[in-house]
């Protein structure tokens, strides 16, 4: 069965950074399409930033020029860098995949908090 785990979440000062890391099982992530997602509770849940299989990426105006998505492929996990974090940055953050077939794949979500 596809799994994908994220870690890497936790507290951080406004201002500091994080990175976090989905892992992906099946060796389904270097074939997939990947996405970072995000939710606050009681809000729908919003794109982050996404990389394609050939390693082109994409951001949310929200963020762009402060995180960064990678991937790694050997290790079948993807990763967010995410520098000079802001308050409103606090929230679930999930991955997503989306392999050939169409088929897709959610993780079970990171909490990141940024709070002084």
């Known amino acids: 069965q596809v799994q994908l785990v994220e870690s890497g979440g936790g507290l951080v000062q406004p201002g500091g950074s994080l990175r976090l890391s989905c892992a992906g099982s099946?060796?389904?992530?270097?074939?997939?399409?990947m996405q970072w997602y995000r939710q606050v509770l009681g809000k729908q849940r919003e794109y982050v930033a996404g990389?394609?299989?050939?390693?082109?990426?994409a951001y949310a105006d929200s963020v762009k020029g402060r995180f960064t998505i990678s991937r790694d492929n050997a290790k079948d996990t993807m990763y967010l860098q995410m520098n000079s974090l802001k308050p409103e940055d606090t929230a679930v953050y999930f991955c997503?995949?989306?392999?050939?077939?169409?088929?897709?794949?959610w993780g079970q979500g990171t909490q990141v908090t940024v709070s002084s």
């Open positions: 099946g060796s389904i992530l270097r074939d997939a399409t």
């Open positions: 990389i394609t299989r050939g390693d082109g990426t």
């Open positions: 997503h995949a989306v392999v050939r077939t169409g088929r897709y794949y």
